[in-house]
Structures are given as C-alpha cells and as structure tokens.
C-alpha cells in the first residue's frame, strides 16, 4: 500500500496551488486521510484532514485559504492552496489511516505515509 503526492512546486506570494495524493495497493477500508507539513526546522503539522464521510478540519495557520477534498472512488484526495505565503514553505506529506489485506494478512488502521512533495512559496 502506498499514497503518492504529486503537485508541489515553486510558486510566488499570494498564488495559488494543488496538491494531490493518491492511494494504492492492497486496500480494503481508507478512512480518514489528510496532509501534513515540515518546514526546515521544524515539527511536522497539521495542514488538513477529511473523514470518508467528508468532513473536514484545518490546521489555524491554513484555515480559510486551503481546501481539502476527497474522491472515495479514486482513494485520492487534493489540497487546494491559495493566497499562499511564504510561511507555507515547506514538504507537504499525505497521510491516511486504510485497512489492508496483504495476501492472507489483514491489517486493521494501519498509518501511511506518502514521500513528500516540496512546496515552495518565495518571489
């Protein structure tokens, strides 16, 4: 099972972003599933999270400029970034919560982590 990232970049003050992360492998459940954020120096933080069911909750620092969505269908979900600043800075991690069956062996609410995509906010 694994989540790749892809999006990140290089993006000026003020603009705009999206990120998405998608989940693979043998999975039977996902349930919640979210990203996070390292800044060098720094501790890994919330950025979002959203339920299987949809519903959703941002870190303080992001609230009201970045949008988290999910499409069960696809075990994918986005980030949406806008008005980034460069205090947004930072590798951005997909994180989900999915049960797993690995040939005979299930898995209940194993943590995953994707490899990290660079967001980088700077003119």
């Known amino acids: 099972v694994q989540l790749v990232e892809s999006g990140g970049g290089l993006v000026q003050p003020g603009g705009s972003l999206r990120l998405s992360c998608a989940a693979s492998g043998s999975i039977v459940g996902l349930y919640d599933m979210g990203w996070y954020r390292q800044a060098p120096g720094k501790q890994r933080e919330l950025v979002a999270v959203?339920?299987?069911?949809?519903?959703?909750n941002y870190g303080d620092s992001v609230r009201g400029r970045f949008t988290i969505s999910r499409d069960n269908t696809k075990k994918s979900i986005e980030l949406q970034m806008s008005s980034l600043k460069p205090e947004d800075t930072a590798v951005y991690y997909c994180?989900?919560?999915?049960?797993?069956?690995?040939?005979?062996?299930?898995?209940?609410?194993?943590?995953?982590w994707g490899q990290g995509t660079p967001v980088t906010v700077s003119s």
């Open positions: 959203i339920t299987n069911g949809g519903t959703t």
């Open positions: 994180n989900g919560d999915i049960d797993t069956l690995e040939g005979d062996v299930f898995s209940r609410n194993v943590e995953v």
